[in-house]
Structure formats: C-alpha cells, structure tokens
C-alpha cells in the first residue's frame, strides 16, 4: 500500500522559509519521480517541484529561484525547502508520486505566509 506523510508546514512571515517533508512508503522509492503540488483557496491543485530518479529537478517559474526540491532515497523522503516566501505561496502543499498510471498523494500541509 503506497502511503505518503507530507509535514514541515506553518506560518511565517515574508521573507521566512520552511522546509517541508514527505516520508513515502509502499513503493520502491529510488526509481519513482517524487513532486510537489500546492492548491490555495478557491484555486486548483498545480505543480510546483518534481524530481526524478536520477536526481533531475523541475520547478514552476515562479519558485524556480527560491525552492529547492531534494530526495533522501536511504530515508525515502523528499523534501520542499521553501526561502523567500511570499502571501502568494500560501497553499497546502501535498506530496505526489505515481505508481503503475495511478497518482498517489499526501493528505497536505498547510502553509501560510503573511504580509
């Protein structure tokens, strides 16, 4: 049963970081692309961060300079360091890996940032 935890959200100010966790299990960790995908009120889900198997990374234009998506493939997790961030990245964030055509997905952290 593939499950994934996703955890490391909460409030910050502008400008603050986080650095948000997702802990997979039920799949072979080292061979699936890991994303990450954030939904905001009243918005639908998108894609902000994926990394592949082989390390190769891939960024939504607007965090393209601030996050940085990363993978522990001893620990099986994946990881969303999250720097200057902004109102508009307040979301939750979900954690998402696709196994055999199925997408499988955290149940969200939630991250706020204020002004």
């Known amino acids: 049963q593939v499950r994934l935890v996703d955890s490391g959200g909460g409030s910050v100010q502008a400008g603050g970081s986080l650095r948000l966790s997702c802990a997979a299990s039920g799949i072979n960790f080292k061979i699936h692309t890991l994303a990450w995908y954030r939904q905001a009120p009243g918005n639908e889900r998108e894609f902000v961060a994926s990394i592949g198997s082989g390390g190769d990374t891939t960024y939504t234009d607007s965090v393209r300079d601030r996050f940085t998506i990363s993978r522990d493939n001893r620990m099986n997790r994946v990881y969303l360091q999250m720097n200057s961030l902004k109102p508009e990245n307040t979301a939750v964030y979900y954690c998402?890996?696709?196994?055999?055509?199925?997408?499988?997905w955290g149940r969200g952290t939630q991250v706020t940032v204020s002004s």
């Open positions: 998402n890996t696709r196994r055999q055509q199925r997408d499988y």
